[in-house]
Every structure is written in C-alpha cells, then in structure tokens.
C-alpha cells in the first residue's frame, strides 16, 4: 500500500535503495524514542545499515522537493522547519502548519557556512 | 504523528491545578474550569474584571526540535470600556478578579518559552530538543471593564487565541 505523503513530511532514500519515510513511520523514529524521523535523519541512524543518504525529499502543499544528496560534502546537514498554529476559539482547539522551510547546510573547506534554504 | 498540541487551564491557589485539553476559555468571575460563564458572569456596569484566566500550550508526540513560540489574540479590544490583557508569565499566581496590570494582548505575538515535562512555571528556553512532553510557558489573560464602557449586559464576540511556533 503507498500512503499520500503527509503535508510537511520528509524522506531520505539510502545507498542501498532503503526509504525513511516520515508518512510510512508515522513520524516515529524506530532508533531513538519520542524522536522523528527528520531527527534519525539529521543525526544519520539509518546509515549504518543502508549506507550514505543519496536523497533527501519533502512533500508540501502536494508538491514534492528533492535534493541530490550525492552532491554535497560529507558534513551537510539536512534542514527542514514547519511552522504550525495552534487555536483556541468558541471552545474548540485546532492545529495546523502554516508554513515550510527546506534546505542543507554544510560549512566548506574554508569553514565559510554554506547554505540553501527554500520557503515552500 | 509530528507533535500533537493540547491547551491545559490553570486554577486554585497559585494557578497550580491542572485541567488538561482544556478547550473552553470564557472570561468570567469564577476561578474554574467547569462552571459555564452564563452562571458566573462580568457585571460590566460595577466595572468588574474577569478572574484571571492561565493556560498552556503543551505539546505530545515526536519531533527534533521546538523554537520560536508565541501567543497571540486576534482582537484584544471587544468595546470600548472593555479590554482583553495578557502576559507570558513563569510563576503561577492565585486568580483574581483584581485587575493583573498586563497590557493589553498582544496581537502580534507575545514570545514564550519551552519549559519541561510537567509545568509550564519556570524560565525555561527558547528552544529545546528534550523530547516526550513539553509545557510551554503559561499565558495569563484577563477581560476588564471600564467606567467608559457604555454597553449593556452580553456576550462579547468570540476571539481566537493562536500559538505559533517551529519545529523541525
């Protein structure tokens, strides 16, 4: 069974062909618990078993964002923000996302911070 | 599964008891949770205030990180003679209908802070990478009248209470 990726989720595809992905999980990380999957993501658990990350993806707003990780050095890290709203109203209470940002950021030989980072 | 957000209300002596998933937020004259406001309400003619009224965002479920939070109203002056007034605060204080000498409610954004798993009374940080449950600092609201309110007895419209944050 595919799931519609949820709005705001990631995934990262793996050397060895393995997808962690936030929709599939449930945004519950499998290695640490109360983390997320950006957060095995960032810290790169999946990678002892299924090698370097090659992909790095988010889903917004049913548009999807793909970086080719196999282009960046070895210490880029993963960015991703949401911004969520949360309501209280006429006895109710909701919450949203309202906003994304998704990116990398990695410093170069020189030590200059490199980074990109897209609003969605 | 992401964080999950819930609204917890604050009574009794120093603000401290807990009703969590509190959805129910009218302004009135008595210091509970439960009591509908049609039975205790703001007589605006003797210029009354509301209690004091303190809740929390607290926030469930999984994440790396929490930043930049903030409480904000969407209309903080319902009439003239009336206004709704609020602060961030870090320490609880009995409820009272004495007038709390907060602003007016930000309708911008008043900035919070995460504190830790079990109350939202503390200085906390801007930002937190703890995990599990997270209570960010209470926001203390109160609905005051002035002689200048002109009005009769009613409800005013419904206002919305919005907290904003990031999270990665």
Known sequence: ?120 | MASTQSWTEYNGASAATPTASRAEANWKRIDDSTTPYSSSPINSTNNENSMTKYQALVFAGTWSSLSVLTYKIDNNAPATGLSIVGSVVTSGTTPSTTASGDSAMSTTGLAANFNNSTTPYGAGTSSSTASGTMYANALRTQLQTTSSYAGGPGDITTRTITATWTES
């Open chain 1, 1 to 120: 069974m595919t799931l519609i990726p949820q709005d705001t989720s990631v995934q990262a595809e793996y050397a060895d062909g393995y997808i962690h992905d936030e929709t599939t999980l449930n945004d519950v990380s499998p290695y640490v618990e109360f983390k997320n999957i950006f957060d095995d993501i960032l810290h790169k658990r999946p990678e002892a078993e299924h090698g370097p990350m090659v992909r790095f993806t988010a889903f917004y707003k049913n548009a999807k964002y793909d970086i080719d990780w196999t282009t960046l050095p070895d210490n880029a890290r993963p960015i991703r923000f949401r911004d969520g709203a949360s309501y209280l109203s006429g006895g109710e209470e909701w919450s949203e996302w309202t906003g994304m940002r998704f990116g990398y950021q990695f410093n170069d030989e020189t030590g200059k911070n490199i980074q990109e980072v897209q609003e969605l």
